[in-house]
C-alpha cells in the first residue's frame, strides 16, 4: 500500500505540467507534513478517548497500556510521514542527507518501541506497588529491582538492533566487549563490587526501602530511602542523608530493626534493705500486673524475679516484651510499667533504694574509746585546783607587799 501510495504521488509530480517540478515536490512536501500533523493529532485524541473510556473499568492494565502508547503513537505517525516526505524529497533533489532515510526510519521505530516498552514499565511498576490501586501490593524493593533490570535489558537489545541496523556487526562488538570488558574490569573494580552488592541486596533483601537499619560494624544508622545500582541512600536520625556503597553492605553485618517482632522492656529495680519482709509479695504483684498488661506479650519470656543482694539495695529483675514496635508507642508502654511497679512499691510501705554507705563501729572501740575520755577530765581537775590556791597565795602575798610598803611610807612622813 505504501508503494502504490508513493508511485501514485511520484506520477502525479510528473505528469501536472501546471507547475514547475520544484514547486510541485514542494507542495507534496508539504502536503505530507500537514497530513503526518493531522494523523498524529487525530491518532492522540483516539487513544486518550479510549484512555479515558478504559479508566471507567477495573482493569488497570489497558489504562497502563493506553497511557504508555498515547505518546510514542504519535511519534511513530510523525516518523512515518516526515519518513514520506523526505522520500519525496530525495527523488528529486540530489542532497545526500536524504541518503540515511531508511537506516533513520530504522532507527526511529526500534526508538519509538523502546520509549514505549519504558513507559510501560513504570507505569507496571507504579501499579503493583501503590496501596491504593492493588489490594496487596508488592515490595517496592523488589518490584524497582525488576523494573530497573528490565529497562536495563530493553536498552542494551535496542542498542544492539541499532547497529546492526547502521551495518555494525553485532559479532563483532560482543566479541570486542569481551576483550573490553576484562580490561574495564580491572579498571572499575569498585564500580562493579558497588553493582554486584546491589545486585545482592535485591536478591537476599537484608533490608528494603523504608526500614530503619544499622551496623554495629560502621557508624551506619538510620532509614533507607532509596537502594540504587551503585548507592544506597540512608537518612540518619538527624535528617542527613548518608550515601554508601553498596560493596560495602556485603562486608558488614546490618541489624534491621524494622523487622523485630516485639521490643523488650529489661530493667533492674533496687529496693531498701529495711523492706526485706514484703520482697516476695512485691514481686509476685509485679508479675500479676504485667501478665494482665494490655500492652504486655504474655507468650513472650516473662521474669520478675528476686535478683541480688546488691551493696545497698535488694535488685528484682523485670523482663517482658512489648506487642508494639513503635518507637514512640514503646516509650509509652514502658513509662506506664515503670510507674505501676512503682505504685506497688509504694502500697507496701517500701521505698526505691538508692546508694547509700553505713559506718559501723564496733562494741571495743566505744568502750575504749569513753574510759579515755574518763581519765582526760579527772587529769584537767587537779591542776584547776593548783592553779587556784597558786592564785590565793599570789594574791596574800601581793597584799603583805602592798602593806609594807605603805608602813613604810608612813614612816618616812
Known amino acids: 500500500m505504501i508503494g502504490e501510495m508513493q508511485a501514485t504521488i511520484n506520477g502525479w509530480i510528473q505528469n501536472w505540467d501546471l507547475l ?6 514542494g507542495i507534496v512536501v508539504f502536503a505530507l507534513v500537514s497530513g503526518t500533523a493531522t494523523a498524529a493529532y487525530l491518532a492522540s485524541f483516539i487513544v486518550g478517548a479510549l484512555e479515558r473510556r478504559f ?14 502508547a498515547r505518546k510514542p503513537v504519535v511519534a511513530f505517525v510523525w516518523i512515518q510521514g516526515v519518513y514520506w516526505a523526505a522520500e519525496v524529497a530525495y527523488r528529486y533533489s540530489e542532497a545526500e542527507i536524504f541518503a540515511v532515510n531508511d537506516k533513520l526510519l530504522q532507527i526511529g521505530f526500534v526508538w519509538v518501541l523502546v520509549w514505549a516498552l519504558l513507559r510501560l514499565i513504570k507505569e507496571g511498576e507504579g501499579i503493583l506497588t501503590s496501596p491504593v490501586k492493588m489490594a496487596a501490593p508488592m515490595d517496592y524493593t523488589t518490584v524497582n529491582a525488576v523494573s530497573k533490570l528490565s529497562r536495563a535489558v530493553v ?15 553485532i559479532s563483532g562488538v560482543l566479541a570486542f566487549g569481551g576483550v573490553g570488558g576484562i580490561a574495564v574490569g580491572f579498571a572499575a573494580k569498585d564500580l562493579l563490587a558497588n553493582f554486584f552488592g546491589g545486585f545482592i541486596i535485591h536478591l537476599d533483601r537484608p533490608f528494603k526501602v523504608g526500614d530503619w537499619v544499622r551496623s554495629p560494624d560502621r557508624n551506619i544508622e538510620g532509614t533507607v530511602e532509596h537502594i540504587g545500582w551503585r548507592l544506597t541512600t540512608v537518612r540518619t536520625f538527624d535528617k542527613r542523608p548518608l550515601y ?6 556485603t562486608t558488614i553485618a546490618v541489624e534491621n530493626p524494622s523487622r523485630m517482632s516485639h521490643r523488650r522492656i529489661s530493667e533492674t529495680i533496687g529496693i531498701r534493705y529495711a523492706d526485706v519482709r514484703e520482697i516476695s509479695t512485691i514481686v509476685s504483684e509485679i508479675r500479676t500486673m504485667l501478665e494482665n498488661h494490655e500492652d504486655i506479650e504474655s507468650e513472650q519470656t516473662l521474669i520478675v524475679n528476686f535478683l541480688a543482694f546488691n551493696a545497698s539495695s535488694l535488685d528484682i529483675m523485670v523482663y517482658c516484651f512489648t506487642k508494639t514496635t513503635q518507637w514512640v508507642k514503646f516509650h509509652e508502654v514502658k513509662q506506664d510499667v515503670l510507674l505501676k511497679i512503682s505504685e506497688i512499691i509504694e502500697s507496701h510501705g517500701a521505698e526505691v533504694a538508692f546508694p547509700t554507705r553505713t559506718l559501723h563501729v564496733a562494741d571495743s572501740l566505744r568502750l575504749a574509746s569513753a574510759d579515755s575520755q574518763k581519765s582526760d577530765k579527772v587529769g584537767d581537775d587537779g591542776p584547776i585546783e593548783n592553779d587556784d590556791e597558786g592564785s590565793d597565795k599570789s594574791h596574800a602575798s601581793q597584799r603583805t607587799r602592798h602593806g609594807s610598803s605603805a608602813e613604810a611610807t608612813g614612816g618616812a612622813d
Open 20 to 25: 514547475s517540478e520544484n514547486w510541485r515536490v
Open 55 to 68: 479508566a471507567k473499568t477495573k482493569n488497570l492494565w489497558d489504562d497502563t497500556f493506553l497511557h504508555a
Open 155 to 169: 536498552i542494551i537489545t535496542a542498542v544492539l538492533i541499532a547497529m546492526q541496523s547502521l551495518g555494525y556487526s
Open 244 to 249: 554508601v556503597p553498596n560493596a560495602a553492605f
